[in-house]
């Protein structure tokens, strides 16, 4: 009962982080758009929040109805790898500073962030979606949500990371400075032409 209780402990903890991240997404889009910046798509943004939102239910539901179990070795795996996506999602963030947005905003002839994380992976910010995603429902062993939004989430990537990458491409130096970079996997050399 007591893990079940931290569990919804941990679920409220990411509830108001997707809602401090909103009211930042919003307030960067206002200073950008101000300074020239053009709106290119919502990227899902709508079909993204019902997901979001479905996700922690889905958690929270799965681990009280099915009466998932606390597996100690599960969760602590869990628990690092949901630091890992925390850490790439804040140095994603302090890197974009104002330009990192939850729509696709481009400055057209402003050059891209490559610095930080950005050196090694060009979708950080996406990278700890997946990574939370698939392992955050894992602290309790709520496998079934883990499966289920990791393969919703695939798809949604699918169509999300394209348009992005394309409105960068037409609008910055996007393509100069990403085109050997991985997109989530980072690689010894970026001399080869790995898009994973």
């Known amino acids: 009962?007591?893990?079940?209780?931290?569990?919804?402990?941990?679920?409220?903890?990411?509830?108001?982080?997707?809602?401090?991240?909103?009211?930042?997404s919003k307030?960067?889009?206002a200073v950008v758009l101000a300074n020239g910046g053009q709106m290119h798509a919502s990227n899902y943004l709508g079909v993204v929040k019902v997901m979001q939102s479905s996700w922690?239910?889905?958690?929270?539901?799965?681990?009280?109805?099915f009466n998932r179990p606390f597996?100690?070795?599960?969760?602590?795996?869990?628990?690092?790898?949901?630091?890992?996506?925390?850490?790439?999602?804040?140095?994603?963030?302090?890197?974009l500073g104002d330009r990192w947005i939850h729509q696709v905003v481009t400055v057209p002839g402003t050059p891209v962030i490559e610095s930080g994380v950005y050196k090694y992976i060009r979708h950080p910010n996406w990278c700890a979606l997946i990574i939370e995603l698939a392992v955050v429902p894992l602290i309790h062993s709520a496998y079934l949500t883990a499966i289920i939004f990791t393969l919703v989430n695939a798809w949604l990537l699918i169509q999300r990371i394209p348009a992005e990458e394309k409105a960068l491409s037409e609008n910055t130096?996007?393509?100069?400075?990403?085109?050997?970079?991985?997109?989530?996997?980072?690689?010894?050399?970026?001399n080869s032409k790995n898009n994973l």
């Open 71 to 95: 597996i100690p070795a599960l969760a602590i795996c869990a628990l690092i790898l949901t630091v890992v996506s925390q850490t790439l999602r804040y140095l994603s963030m302090r890197e």
């Open 1 to 24: 009962m007591l893990t079940k209780v931290i569990f919804i402990g941990i679920v409220v903890y990411f509830v108001s982080q997707r809602m401090r991240a909103t009211q930042f």
């Open 173 to 190: 130096n996007y393509d100069a400075v990403f085109y050997n970079r991985p997109r989530f996997i980072p690689t010894i050399s970026f």
């Open 27 to 29: 307030r960067n889009a």
């Open 56 to 65: 922690f239910l889905a958690m929270i539901a799965e681990v009280w109805l």
